[in-house]
């Protein structure tokens, strides 16, 4: 049977993984859904957000060095506390991507019409064009399928010349947002966010933990790492680094514009802070690096996904048309084109739910309350694998009490987020607006597996036993 290929550095894997959290994406439009819940604290929150993920991700990175699998959390979680947490975990890996995916089809179109518009080459109003706009993105999911299947030596190449652009385009913006004022006056006040209510904290840290999501996706590709440590390494990186470009896009955007403003234009805040700051060329310049930021975001979504499925699918727990591998490009090629065809489906079925900032809120605050629990299980895995670990006081806290209060915390966060979203709707619509609504699609996404495990339950993953061998 054809072999995975062992040619990803550790550049590679960062700029896989930085791209999965797409900055550009996530600075162009989820600042918007932020500045909503949590106004001027943005700074603050991100700061707080991104606690949890260090200290979980400092311990997988010691067990990805011990024990590598592209399966990652799915099997640390199914060796190490239960298969059918570990299997909780990659459902909800695949679930949440194929929704992201899904959206971003829309946003990839729109963006590139944004972008035809402001080099003039196409009307305005062709912008809007749903149908137009999602063709285009099905166009595009289409070349970056080829360059997945065709090799991932390949397509994180092509990776790391998006990721590279990318910053570079979203610095310089938020640069000149920086220098050119006329928004919020800066205040130290922003980096505290206890300054607002409690309910604010939690749906604005959840969001955020969200926007996270992906630093660990080069754990994935950790089978095919020239070496086993750059896959833990290039996670950890991802995060520090992307922690200080989202830091200074937001002080740069609350310099240039007010919260009101960032809220009221939303999906669209990168090219209007642009416009703003170097009028028509600037929001060419923005459209173009959002529509280079999400293209990067779905092929590393295609990349992870694909992966993950792989692994289920060498475990038994999904078909075996997941587990084929491209006999000349070493690839999981037909697990990459269901991800994709899945994600086309699903895209065309949400035009129903409303325009598409509202699609971007509703399935960010959706899928950030299962990611908080697939992070907690990564959290309590590594736990589990290191409990009989007796090395110094800095061992202890990197796998054991570091992860396991990120883990309590991400918990706590997301059954409060759910309470209250569905405490405070009058009932449930089929509008993306909707905070039951939102609620009933993060159930699916955490237990819409359920009838495949149960179907699925003879087989070996899920009848084995957890580990009890020491750590090494």
Do not use: K
């Amino acid at each position: 049977m054809p072999e995975l290929r062992r040619v990803v550095g550790i550049a590679d894997g960062i700029g896989l993984s930085i791209s999965s959290m797409a900055p550009t994406f996530t600075i162009g439009v989820g600042l918007g859904v932020t500045a909503a819940i949590v106004g001027p604290a943005m700074p603050g929150i991100w700061i707080l957000a991104i606690l949890p993920m260090l200290g979980i991700a400092a311990g997988l990175a010691r067990l990805n060095a011990r024990d590598a699998n592209l399966g990652s959390v799915y099997h640390w979680a199914g060796v190490h506390l239960s298969p059918w947490l570990g299997f909780v975990s990659a459902w909800i890996t695949v679930s949440g991507s194929i929704l992201l995916l899904s959206y971003t089809i829309r946003v990839t179109g729109d963006s590139t019409l944004q972008t035809l518009a402001s080099a003039g080459v196409v009307p305005d109003q062709l912008v809007a064009n749903v149908p137009v706009s999602t063709v285009i993105g099905v166009l595009w999911l289409a070349l970056l399928c080829f360059f997945a299947v065709r090799g991932v030596d390949l397509a994180a190449r092509f990776q790391t010349v998006l990721i590279i652009v990318d910053v570079i385009a979203v610095v310089g913006i938020c640069g000149l947002a920086l220098l050119h004022g006329g928004g919020e006056t800066f205040s130290l006040s922003w980096f505290n966010p206890f300054a607002i209510s409690v309910g604010a904290i939690v749906h604005g840290v959840v969001i955020t933990i969200y926007l996270y999501w992906g630093w660990d996706n080069s754990l994935r590709l950790n089978e095919e790492s020239r070496r086993t440590s750059s896959a833990g390494r290039a996670a950890i990186w991802s995060l520090a680094l992307i922690l200080v470009v989202f830091l200074f896009a937001q002080i740069g955007f609350q310099r240039a514009t007010t919260i009101p403003e960032l809220v009221q234009h939303g999906a669209t805040g990168l090219t209007f802070v642009a416009g703003r700051v170097a009028g028509r060329p600037g929001e060419f310049v923005a459209a173009l690096a959002l529509l280079i930021s999400v293209l990067a975001i779905a092929q590393a979504i295609l990349l992870a996904t694909s992966r993950q499925t792989l692994g289920m699918s060498r475990d038994q727990v999904l078909g075996m048309v997941w587990g084929r591998i491209h006999p000349r490009w070493g690839t999981p090629a037909v697990g990459t084109l269901l991800v994709g065809g899945i994600a086309t489906v699903i895209c065309v079925l949400s035009a129903a739910l409303g325009n598409l900032s509202q699609i971007i809120t509703a399935f960010v605050t959706a899928i950030g309350m299962p990611v908080c629990l697939y992070y907690a299980i990564a959290g309590l895995a590594v736990v589990a694998a290191f409990r009989r670990e007796r090395g110094s006081l800095t061992d202890q806290l990197v796998v054991r009490w570091l992860p396991l209060l990120s883990a309590i915390v991400l918990f706590a966060m997301a059954v409060y987020l759910f309470v209250y979203n569905w405490i405070t709707a009058d009932g449930f619509a089929f509008t993306a607006t909707n905070t039951r609504f939102q609620d009933v699609v993060a159930l699916v996404v955490l237990a819409g597996g359920i009838p495949i495990a149960l179907a699925r339950r003879r087989v070996a993953y899920f009848r084995r036993t957890p580990a009890l061998e020491d750590a090494a």
